[in-house]
């Protein structure tokens, strides 16, 4: 697997990620041993970068990680997040905490569920409008001083956030949703990060899986599953998003591909500081989307993908895009 640097701090990383949040939450039934299995065989594709969550579960999720892991620990190259905090009675009900003193406690928490003394990588998950951004990388940064973070990162903040957080302590990476059918942040945002030598880390690279073509309405997902809800697969604008999903489909049989490969290779294609983590749970789809770091796009082709249309409707619900872009 080719190799890619974020940030001017030099973290190299696989040029395609492996995103761990379905293996234990939002996306329906799970399978440990399957979930487990999938990051094996990620080792073995030369996949060392798994992106994980304090709220994916919450908890159990970086406890998988960590079992997974264990043994082959400096193999991998680990990202996980803090700051969002979901009320135990309610899950759906959830709040953002940067103060230094959830900071402190969080970490200490991912080191444990983790089963290590380090974390790669260390994102605020989500801003807290409450807590200066100062003050939150302030307290990340003396982690990184202590050896128990080694670089920092933000998901989901605004470019001016970015700009104070960066002006506290180096970021390496910000993460946000990316893909063929979401590219707002290429206004402000990437723009922002490559001014100051920061990577993108693009979550949801294929669209919550809808850009892969498996789907085609909110019935065929289990019960349980988030994406049912989500505005994006709603009756108001499925049938618009059905329609951008049979042009991915139909340039993917041009150019011989699955839709998730070419998605993936858009993606890829968008800069060499840019590296997706599309999540699964199987090591099948884990085998597919390695195959996208070999897909190269011509001129043409990436010209025919940029005229997409965008998305119809939002990421998230009203309450959740109040948390985005902060």
Not at 13 to 23: D, F, N, P, R, T
Not at 281 to 292: F, M, P
Not at 299 to 325: H, I, K, Q
Request: charge should be negative.
């Amino acid at each position: 697997m080719k190799q890619r640097t974020l940030g001017k701090d030099g973290l190299e990383v696989s040029a395609l990620g492996l995103g761990c949040m379905g293996m234990s939450a939002f996306y329906g039934e799970t399978d440990e041993a399957e979930s487990v299995a999938t990051i094996h065989r990620s080792l073995e594709l030369g996949i060392n970068f798994l992106d994980t969550a304090e709220m994916y579960g919450p908890h159990i999720n970086e406890e998988l990680v960590g079992r997974a892991v264990a043994g082959k620990r400096d193999e991998f190259v680990i990202a996980t997040k803090f700051g969002v905090i979901a009320d135990p009675d309610d899950p759906t009900k959830r709040r953002t905490d940067g103060s230094p003193e959830n900071v402190r406690r969080s970490v200490e928490g991912s080191l444990k569920r983790l089963d290590t003394d380090h974390i790669d990588l260390y994102y605020q998950h989500r801003m807290d409008p409450d807590t200066p951004i100062e003050e939150t990388v302030g307290a990340m940064a003396a982690l990184v001083t202590e050896g128990k973070v080694r670089h920092l990162g933000l998901s989901e903040a605004a470019p001016q956030t970015i700009r104070r957080a960066h002006a506290t302590h180096p970021i390496t990476a910000v993460q946000t949703e990316y893909s063929l059918w979401t590219r707002e942040l290429e206004a402000e945002i990437l723009p922002t990060l490559r001014e100051l030598g920061i990577g993108l880390v693009a979550y949801s690279p294929l669209g919550r899986g809808f850009l892969s073509g498996r789907f085609k309405s909110p019935e065929e997902l289990d019960e349980d599953d988030y994406r049912r809800h989500s505005p994006r697969f709603g009756n108001e604008n499925l049938d618009a998003n059905l329609e951008l999903v049979a042009k991915v489909e139909a340039l993917a049989s041009e150019k011989q591909v699955t839709p998730a490969q070419l998605a993936l290779a858009w993606v890829l294609a968008q800069g060499g500081d840019v590296v997706p983590i599309p999540g699964t749970k199987r090591r099948s789809y884990l085998e597919q989307n390695a195959e996208a770091v070999e897909v190269e796009l011509s001129e043409d082709e990436l010209a025919r993908l940029a005229e997409l249309p965008a998305a119809s409707g939002g990421r998230y619900d009203e309450a959740g895009m109040r948390a985005v872009n902060v």
